[in-house]
């Protein structure tokens, strides 16, 4: 099983998991959110991250850590970056959207880390569409 947690600007990132769940089911433990605040310090949202992660590896151990942000570069991004460094078993992707959620949410049992990374980043290629261009490719 591979945890996971969301780290974002403001509460986008605990919206997402909410609305995940409603789509594919309560996720029940392997699953965190880190908020990004102005009133927080880089330093305390370290922490947070890194209390996320640690209450993750005290539910099982063994088991691959996927972090997934919002906006490459910004903090979220670059605090989970300190995460990866000191961690192999662990993945952060950035641009997080509900497709890629839903598709973590319900493959993080069956694939890999390096499996369930690749296919959430896919899944939110696919995601990103100009509904506009589909449908004037539909028509002809």
């Not at 433990?29 to 993750?56: P, T």
């Not at 509900?98 to 896919?122: D, G, H």
Request: proline share 3%.
């Amino acid at each position: 099983m591979v945890h996971i947690i969301v780290v974002t600007h403001g509460e986008f990132g605990a919206y997402l998991v909410e609305a995940a769940e409603e789509i594919v089911g309560l996720q029940g433990s392997g699953v965190r959110c880190v908020s990004i605040s102005a009133r927080l310090s880089v330093g305390d949202v370290e922490a947070h991250l890194r209390s996320a992660a640690a209450e993750l590896r005290a539910e099982q151990p063994d088991a691959s850590l996927l972090i997934l942000v919002d906006i490459p570069g910004g903090t979220p991004c670059n605090i989970a970056m300190r995460i990866l460094k000191d961690d192999p078993n662990v993945r952060v992707v950035c641009g997080v959207n509900l497709y890629m959620l839903v598709t973590a949410f319900s493959q993080r049992a069956q694939l890999s880390l390096e499996e369930l990374a690749e296919r959430v980043i896919s899944a939110g290629q696919r995601a990103i569409v100009d509904m506009k261009t589909v449908f004037a490719a539909m028509r002809n």
